[in-house]
DNA sequence: CTGAAAGCGCTAACAT
DNA sequence: ATGTTAGCGCTTTCAG
């Protein structure tokens, strides 16, 4: 395995070009020779180092990923999306997280440009405002965003500020009129945002008054008695709460459990992200869904659609749509039309596709 | 970006060997240089291709990560912390997936050697009857294998046997005599053997008698019927469930809520891996903890070992421990005498660290 | 159809 | 202290 082409050479008799060709080429070479040379590369159990042909300056057939983490599961599935595919043509991942950290950003995408990956696929906390995307726009290498969910940039996502609005309606259609927007520490990032957006729309809509979204640590044991004071508190308190994100949700539901609020008759509940996992709790949490794997896909295939040459179709943001999961977390408030619930079946916004 | 160490060295007036040794030995070269060559760098944004360097035969910095998947979170966590140590170290990593198949499995490895790897931190179906594991020993690189439960290679792990028996005699000490155990369709794996043997020992240990694993479709929406046979027929039928991971547990749990059996009034269960998802569950899913964060740390410190020349430390099989989460999920049964359960606290055992 | 040689970006002798 | 040069493994003209 530590053989090069040249030992290659030596044992079958032949130049090094010879050998590349007959690696390459393999009908630009003598068929006689080219058995030759296939023989001694079995016998040598050669195979080409990658490192001779991308300094070269070929295709590296490099892809940097960077992620935030891998402990959401959102996160892990889309990366298994982007590997399905990559490594069914070829492709090698180079995998850097951010743990959501302006400053490991900028190193991750450093590191992987000094390694000249041919692309890079990932997802920062605020796309908009990114100077690096800049950078990247200007000189290279050619990227796609996941989850950010911008106009500006190429990128895969769902439409947030709709799939909110869609959610929120649907808790708005079975009768909740107090309805609380709950964010994780995170509260900067561009999709909490939209969802934010999408919420307060959806509450305005109704005739309703959005509130600013409460922030919640992800990390702790329980609720935050602050928290919980805004939950629990007098005839103003809300009926339902709408969860920027599944892990988000599921603390939430356990604090209230140990706070004896029960899920949904003291509080509904819907959450972001439509984990898996979700569908397993008791009762079953309601979310509204993004294809991870899918997203993970497409956005495999604009970066290669855009190495490929294809900046028209591929540089600007792809919205797939959402889906609403409707589970045992959210109850019906007393007297509530149900009729406008229905018909609304999570389509992209058109104009962002 | 594009720029290379021979536009720094025009750019600064000096040659490219003066550049090199102004960025690998900068004490080396007059301050005065120094400063010029480094004005250089700045102004041409110049980043030393790891690729030049690797090629050189230098160190790649480069680690293969070859995991089954990352759909279960046992892998996404071991990874995380692995990239913990690999990024504040300098170091890049490179992932492949199998998907538990032999054949990707071998493809992987083979990728990442022809990419000159400095090591490999893996997970495989089935460490000691691997063939390629053996070719590794024979031609590097180094590795270090995670959650492969064996004595014969380096590897962290638990120890599944003892993990699994300390499970089982806490439902035995619960009461239960009909205990079944259940696995994925991995039953190949080592680990999975390995847990099957721990339940065997302590339900013989108990007076009691092992079944075979009864084989569970992981993907299925719901149980199939041949299975709930098992589960629910008759006076013999099981009082306790020990599945061989919590991602089967949570399923399994579904299954049963739809076929209208109680957890855990009317069957008890318990999990294998500790996922924190599962502590939000309703009720909580009992389990046994592998504190995979810290596996991931620790396959990548022997790794590191290894790679330094530290074989005798590092080339054995090391067992983190595990431990014991008593969920909800578990009822005793009349009559138990717990005692038993109480005083056994979860040691790896001495005799594999 | 095959070989010789240049060069990708870098480091490390070896010279000066 | 700095420069010159060879060479890491490979692909690709350019000659034969």
Redesign the interface.
């Known amino acids: 395995?530590?053989s090069t082409i040249k030992d290659v050479a030596a044992h079958a008799g032949f130049s090094i070009a010879t050998v590349s060709r007959a690696i390459n080429a393999p009908h630009t070479v003598n068929p006689v020779t080219l058995a030759k040379v296939r023989e001694a590369i079995d016998a040598l159990k050669f195979?080409?180092?990658?490192?001779?042909r991308?300094?070269r300056g070929e295709r590296?057939r490099l892809i940097g990923v960077v992620l935030p983490?891998?402990?959401n599961?959102v996160f892990?599935?889309c990366?298994?999306g982007i590997?399905e595919l990559a490594?069914a043509q070829g492709f090698?991942?180079?995998?850097?997280?951010t743990q959501y950290d302006a400053q490991?950003e900028r190193?991750a995408i450093?590191?992987l440009?000094?390694?000249?990956v041919e692309g890079l696929i990932l997802t920062v906390a605020d796309a908009d405002t990114h100077p690096l995307l800049d950078e990247l726009d200007a000189?290279?290498p050619l990227y796609v965003l996941m989850h950010n969910d911008t106009k500006r940039r190429p990128s895969v996502s769902v439409d947030n500020h709709r799939a909110a609005f869609d959610g929120v309606r649907m808790l708005i259609a079975h009768g909740h009129r107090r309805i609380l927007m709950l964010a994780g520490t995170l509260a900067a990032s561009d999709r909490a945002r939209q969802r934010h957006a999408g919420y307060a729309q959806a509450m305005q809509q109704a005739g309703l008054t959005p509130a600013p979204a409460l922030e919640v640590d992800f990390n702790a044991e329980a609720l935050a008695p602050s928290v919980l004071a805004h939950l629990s508190t007098g005839p103003a308190r809300p009926t339902a709460l709408f969860c920027s994100n599944d892990l988000l949700a599921?603390?939430v539901?356990?604090g209230l459990?140990e706070a004896r609020l029960r899920v949904p008759q003291d509080m509904s509940i819907l959450g972001f992200d439509g984990l898996a996992?979700g569908?397993?709790?008791?009762?079953p949490l309601a979310s509204i869904g993004t294809p991870n794997g899918e997203i993970g896909r497409a956005a495999w295939q604009r970066l290669m659609a855009r190495i490929g040459g294809d900046y028209a179709g591929a540089s600007l943001g792809l919205a797939l749509p959402h889906t609403l999961r409707e589970g045992g977390t959210i109850a019906a408030i007393a007297g509530a039309s149900l009729s406008e619930a229905s018909g609304q079946r999570c389509m992209p916004d058109p104009t962002r596709a």
Chains 1, 2 share one sequence.
């Open positions: 395995m530590t195979r080409p180092s990658p490192l001779g991308q300094l590296t983490t891998l402990a599961p892990a599935e990366l298994q590997d490594s090698r991942l180079m995998l850097m997280t490991r190193h450093e590191t440009r000094a390694q000249r000189d290279g599921m603390v539901m356990r459990r996992m569908e397993l709790l008791a009762p």
